[in-house]
């Protein structure tokens, strides 16, 4: 969230805005802290990496990681997932004390999951989708050998399958809010800064009136990958917002460069406020219901505006326009090229797919359906636990537009699963799956790539 009062230097109207804004994982080794380039420490702060994090990480890579198996490091435009196999492989390696394979963990290095298949007659269901072999890069995530983006985690579908079996139609949310009392603290201390003070010293007073934002997680467990995964994206998100860090791709201003640029007053109390969510179209369907298709870039940035009073507490929410607007739809705009240079974005997506095809697989009955037991998946793996993020610092930025200086200072995600299969598309057919039955039917293996 951000909120913008105003604070008078002598001459010039300063305009405060206070913004409140995955781990790689696999069967041999886990990071606590980096997550989709956020650290999460022992406490809950996020933040950013440390400066000696990515040397640390270069060491781990080198030894975490099995050595990728060559057959499944081609790159394939469609690879298919058997998850009665994978639940086969997780009960043989559990019940025998071994740990699941990476290749396994890692869904065998898909990046996206396009497609779910129910096969009756094989009591199966398949996931599908464009994967290739996997690296770690310099900031200690799971990506694609040649794309660079993330790998889609089993752990990941895991969560989603629970929430969407325990929860269903409740979705899962991340939010990074500043406290009542902390808004109210602000607007105290602004009409006790001296005049003369510098927009430097201002933002530092007000950083430190701010105090601690907190952060909440509905829907996953706090310390889960999943829920990391949602806080990364937020905080990176925001971070983008209000140019704490230069956009990694071109024509994307922060939304202080928008907003120095304008020509407008900016209400005293306002809280422009920007989540992610779903952005997908109707997902498509073959007649008879065993071959789906999730369509769809999978993210986009909504904005609104909240109005608080001198307590520190919401008073009204409406529409957002102006510089928020189009700072949103800038990054909606621009979210594939986003999700390519940033890979907490990217993990964000295939967290928000695997949701999409929980949700899709509890729903229509997929394994009651074929006879699919999924014990493991569903409930007895023990998940990889993580820091919980519970809090972030505010931290200052400011700009000078004109005779204003404008100061900000920084510390959601929202995923319904429902709402996005709430309308379908019926289609005779889904070619790019079509005849894959017999693949299934002779395959031994719990993964194989279209022929």
Same mark, same amino acid.
């Not at 604070?7 to 990071?31: D, K, N």
């Not at 009665?84 to 740990?99: D, F, T, W, Y």
């Not at 510089?323 to 940033?342: G, M, N, Y």
């Given at each position: ?78 690879? +298919? ?77 895991m969560v989603a399958m629970r929430s969407a079996l325990a929860n269903p139609g409740q979705g899962m949310s991340c939010s990074i809010d500043p406290t009542p009392e902390g808004l109210a603290n602000v607007q105290k201390m602004v009409g ?51 140019? +704490? ?85 800038? +990054? ?120």
């Open positions: 969230m951000s909120l913008v009062l105003r604070i008078s230097f002598a001459s010039t109207l300063a305009s405060l805005l206070l913004l409140t804004c995955q781990p790689a994982f696999a069967g041999g080794f886990v990071r606590q802290n980096a997550v989709g380039g956020v650290s999460i420490d022992a406490e809950g702060v996020v933040s950013n990496p440390t400066v000696g994090d990515p040397e640390r990480l270069a060491a781990v890579r080198e030894t975490g990681l099995d050595q990728v198996p060559t057959d499944i490091a081609e790159a394939s435009p469609l690879r +298919f997932i058997s998850l009665r196999q994978v639940e086969a492989i997780i009960a043989e390696k559990k019940e025998a004390g071994l740990p699941v394979p990476d290749e396994v963990m890692l869904l065998g290095g898909l990046q996206r999951v396009q497609y779910v298949l129910v096969y009756p007659e094989l009591k199966d269901v398949v996931l599908a989708g464009p994967a290739e072999g996997w690296r770690i890069d310099e900031l200690g995530n799971v990506v694609g050998q040649n794309s660079g983006r993330p790998v889609v985690a089993l752990d990941d579908f006790s800064l001296n005049a003369n003070a510098g927009p430097e010293r201002a933002a530092n007073a007000i950083a430190e009136a701010m105090g601690y934002q907190t952060i909440s997680v509905t829907g996953v467990p706090q310390t889960s990958h999943f829920a990391r995964t949602m806080v990364a994206a937020d905080f990176r998100m925001k971070r983008l917002a209000m140019g +704490f860090e230069p956009s990694p791709v071109n024509n994307m201003p922060s939304y202080l460069q928008l907003l120095g640029k304008g020509r407008g007053r900016v209400s005293q109390n306002m809280l422009p406020r920007w989540w992610l969510a779903p952005n997908y179209q109707p997902v498509l369907r073959d007649e008879a219901g065993l071959a789906w298709e999730i369509r769809g870039q999978g993210i986009k940035c909504l904005t609104e505006q909240d109005y608080v009073n001198a307590q520190g507490e919401k008073t009204q929410t409406v529409a957002a326009g102006g510089p928020a607007k189009k700072w949103a739809d800038t +990054f909606t705009d621009k979210f594939e090229i986003l999700a390519d240079q940033d890979s907490s974005f990217g993990h964000l997506r295939n967290a928000m797919d695997l949701a999409v095809v929980a949700t899709l697989i509890v729903r229509e009955g997929m394994a009651e359906q074929v006879g699919l037991d999924m014990p493991w998946i569903n409930e007895k793996y023990e998940l990889a636990e993580f820091n919980a993020p519970k809090r972030v610092a505010t931290q200052t930025s400011f700009i000078k537009a004109g005779r204003q200086w404008i100061i900000s200072a920084s510390g959601g995600v929202q995923i319904i699963p429902a709402e996005i299969l709430a309308e379908d598309e019926t289609v005779a057919t889904i070619d790019e799956v079509a005849g894959q039955q017999d693949r299934v039917a002779n395959s031994n293996t719990w993964w194989w790539d279209a022929k």
